[in-house]
C-alpha cells in the first residue's frame, strides 16, 4: 500500500498551494482528487496512526497504515481527513480558524484557533472534536498562541486586551491551564512570550515558567521601545514566586537542558565606540550591544559540545539575535 499526498506547486514564497490533494491507492489502482474550495496555507499530520471508517479505504489497506491530516484553507476554513486525503470532511463551517497546532508531546491531541474567545480541541487523534472558552482573543503580536507541556492537560495561552478602538492601553496576557482549557489563571500582563520551564529533556520544576514581560506595564504595547526594557522573569509554584533572570532581553530559547538567552547591554569601549562580548562561540559579532548567555536553570555555564551539537546550536543562536540585527 501507498499512499501519495500532493498539494502541487507552491506560489512564490506566500506557503499556498492549489487546492488539490491526491491520493494513489496502489493495491486497487485507484486515484482520488479532491478540489478544496479555496488554497491551502496550512497542513499537517497527526504523528499517530488512526482509523479509517470509509468502506472502500478500509476494504483495500491496511488500517495501521493510515493517517489523519488537517488542513486549513485560505477563507479560514478547516478540514480533516482521516483515511490520507481520500475523502474530506469540514469542520464548523460557520466557525473562521486561524490556525491549528497539534500538541507537542501528545500526538492525538490538536487545537484550532478561532477568531473570538474559543479553541476547537481533540483528545483522540479528531475522531471528536469539543470547544472551550478562553480568557482572551488570540494575539496580533506575532507570537504562539499556545504553549505546551509534558502534562498533556497543562497549557499557556497568550491573548490580546484592549486593543479594540484607539487600543490606548492594547497588550498581549498570558494565562495558563491545568484542565486543557477548561479553565483559566492569569500569569502577567504587558508579554512577549511565556513558556513552560519544563519539556522533554529539561527536567526542571513542571511548575515553572518564563516569562518575557515588560517592565512598564502601560500604553499601547505596540509602540513600545527600546526605553522599555524587556525582562525576563522565572516563575515558579505557576508564577507566584518570580525572579528576574535579566533586565533586558532579546528572546530565549531552549537547546538539549540548556536555556539560551540574548541580553542587551550598553557596552563602550575606553574610547567610546560599542563592544561586543560573548561567552558562546560560534555567534555573530554584527550586534555589538549584544550579549550572550548560556544558562543551565540559574548557572552560567561553558558550552561544551561536539561539533554536530554546535552547529545545531549556532542556528539557535542566530535564529533568537535576529531581531538585534537592526538596532
Known amino acids: 500500500m501507498f499512499f501519495q499526498h500532493n498539494p502541487l506547486r507552491e506560489k512564490s514564497n506566500t506557503k499556498r498551494w492549489e487546492a488539490h490533494w491526491w491520493s494513489i491507492i496502489m493495491s486497487g489502482l485507484t486515484a482520488v482528487q479532491f478540489e478544496f474550495p479555496s488554497s491551502v496555507v496550512q497542513f499537517a499530520y497527526f504523528n499517530q496512526s488512526t482509523v479509517s471508517s470509509h468502506p472502500d479505504v478500509s476494504r483495500i489497506v491496511s488500517l495501521k497504515w493510515i493517517q489523519t491530516i488537517l488542513v486549513r484553507l485560505a477563507d479560514y476554513s478547516l478540514w480533516q481527513s482521516s ?3 481520500y475523502s474530506w470532511v469540514q469542520h464548523f463551517p460557520e466557525e ?3 490556525a491549528f497546532y497539534h500538541h507537542k508531546y501528545t500526538p492525538d491531541r490538536a487545537y ?3 477568531a473570538g474567545k ?3 480541541y481533540t483528545t483522540n487523534t479528531g475522531r471528536s472534536w469539543h470547544f472551550a472558552e478562553t480568557p482572551t482573543i488570540p494575539n496580533t503580536f506575532g507570537q504562539a498562541v499556545l504553549h505546551f507541556h509534558p502534562e498533556s492537560d497543562y497549557l499557556i495561552w497568550t491573548g490580546e486586551d484592549g486593543c479594540s478602538g484607539r487600543g490606548e492601553n492594547c497588550h498581549a496576557e498570558a494565562h495558563y491551564s491545568r484542565d486543557n482549557g477548561r479553565t483559566w489563571k492569569l500569569l ?3 508579554i512577549r512570550n511565556c513558556a513552560w520551564a519544563r519539556d522533554a529533556t529539561l527536567f526542571t520544576d513542571p511548575s515553572e515558567i518564563i516569562c518575557e514581560s515588560y517592565r512598564d506595564k502601560t500604553g499601547n504595547q505596540k509602540l513600545f521601545q527600546l526605553n522599555n526594557p524587556l525582562e525576563l522573569i522565572e516563575g515558579t509554584d505557576y508564577f507566584r ?3 528576574k533572570l535579566f533586565d533586558h532581553v532579546v528572546g530565549f530559547a531552549k537547546f538539549s537542558e540548556y536555556l539560551i538567552v540574548a541580553e542587551v547591554r550598553d557596552l563602550f ?3 567610546g565606540t560599542p563592544t561586543y562580548r560573548s561567552n558562546l562561540s560560534s555567534t555573530s559579532n554584527r550586534n555589538n550591544r549584544l550579549i550572550s548567555r548560556c544558562l ?10 561536539s561539533h554536530r551539537q554546535c552547529d545545531s546550536f549556532s542556528t539557535l543562536v542566530h535564529s533568537i539575535l535576529r531581531p538585534m540585527t537592526d538596532l
Open 241 to 243: 514566586k518570580k525572579k
Open 118 to 120: 474559543r479553541i476547537l
Open 296 to 305: 543551565w536553570m540559574e548557572r552560567t555555564l561553558q558550552l561544551a559540545c
Open 83 to 85: 483515511n490520507e486525503g
Open 269 to 271: 569601549s575606553p574610547a
Open 96 to 98: 473562521p480558524f486561524l
Open 188 to 190: 502577567d500582563t504587558y
Open 112 to 114: 484550532a484557533i478561532t
